[in-house]
DNA sequence: CGTCTATTTGAATGTACTCAAAAGCGGTGG
DNA sequence: CCACCGCTTTTGAGTACATTCAAATAGACG
């Protein structure tokens, strides 16, 4: 149940029997079929949530009704909203299964909390933080410096097992570009 | 000298007198001249810097030798290249001094060690790094999802005592433009 | 004052977009 | 098991936003 949350963490920081209960105490199992919403904007994101299967997506819907991902989640990463569950206000994104998926679930107070008792969650979550940071900046530079084409290419180098568990729509919109765009980059040659 | 980085530490946590001098005591000042390049890309970044007094920013050097700003540093905030400080591999980027500025510095054993005695900080950078990571993720939506004229006034709005401190080059490329679009965009209606 | 860089302006171009419609695919119910 | 319906993907045509290239003007610095 718990093992590929802990081996997560343990990775990074040593935890005692007693922690480790301690943690896996506080945390929730959630189930979300295909197609279903964990979020929806508006809504306050009161948990973090780490992927122990299946498949998620965060995206806002822009002013045109573009839908825009953000991040996806796949087993082992980590979702939500942060800046919902760490400001308390409503959040701007939806998160949406794309598979049938088992997510554990940390609430706010609780993992507080938790970084009181075990001061080395702190450690792990600095770490998680500094690489999903690097990732974000790098993304930035790619969609600012390279085109649709060079950013799909660059997305099938970097994600080849996930490319086939997403739909040319999903992947479009977390390139930035229409679904037609993707398309037709795909059609060229590959 | 260090009571702009200390107040930067006791926002979010608690050191004793003890704590606050082993963590001054590894720090390194230094001064930068308005040009003077802190980093060149291929070069490994031993330190994360906290700017004290002045203006930074880091950037690329694209394919087709178009500078892509990726963030600007102002007083109070922290720069570098937390990949290349990371993973102690050469950095892609340049970090260049906009205005003469003042540094703190600290080296990466070093703060790994401080991260062993003052369990604390990793909760502080923890929360740096989550602020961090929600400014990163807001970024991306909006280079996705609006136009360079949208991108502008945002940036207007959220940096506003900033932008005069920055040229229209420099902050044409912070937002993946050209120097010629803002331009015309400023002159549309201001 | 002269040089170098930054900014402005103009004209032509291109990448990705919108709108539209057809084809493909998958799931559901009869 | 097949037929239908809805959603995804493909293809086409015209368009728009921002780009490139070029040149003029303005501003900063020594």
Redesign the pocket.
């Known amino acids: 149940m718990y093992e590929r949350i802990v081996q997560n963490i343990t990775r990074h920081v040593q935890l005692t029997e007693d922690e480790i209960n301690r943690f896996t105490s506080v945390i929730r199992t959630k189930q979300v079929r295909r197609k279903q919403y964990l979020l929806q904007a508006g809504d306050v994101m009161r948990y973090e949530c780490f992927v122990t299967e299946g498949c998620l997506r965060s995206f806002y819907v822009d002013d045109?009704g573009?839908e825009r991902t953000l991040t996806f989640a796949f087993e082992d990463w980590w979702t939500g909203d942060m800046y919902s569950f760490l400001s308390g206000n409503p959040s701007r994104f939806d998160v949406e299964a794309l598979e049938d998926s088992t997510l554990l679930m940390i609430e706010r107070q609780a993992l507080e909390k938790l970084y009181d008792e075990i001061p080395q969650l702190n450690r792990h979550f600095r770490i998680l933080l500094e690489r999903a940071y690097v990732a974000m900046q790098n993304r930035i530079f790619e969609s600012m410096s390279?085109?649709?084409?060079?950013?799909y290419r660059a997305f099938q180098v970097r994600y080849p097992q996930f490319e086939q568990r997403l739909?040319?729509?999903?992947i479009?919109s977390y390139l930035?570009?229409?679904?037609?765009?993707?398309?037709?980059?795909?059609?060229n040659r590959k």
Chains 1, 2 share one sequence.
């Open positions: 045109n573009q390279m085109t649709a084409e060079e950013r739909s040319l729509k999903h479009a930035g570009i229409t679904p037609e765009s993707l398309s037709r980059i795909r059609s």
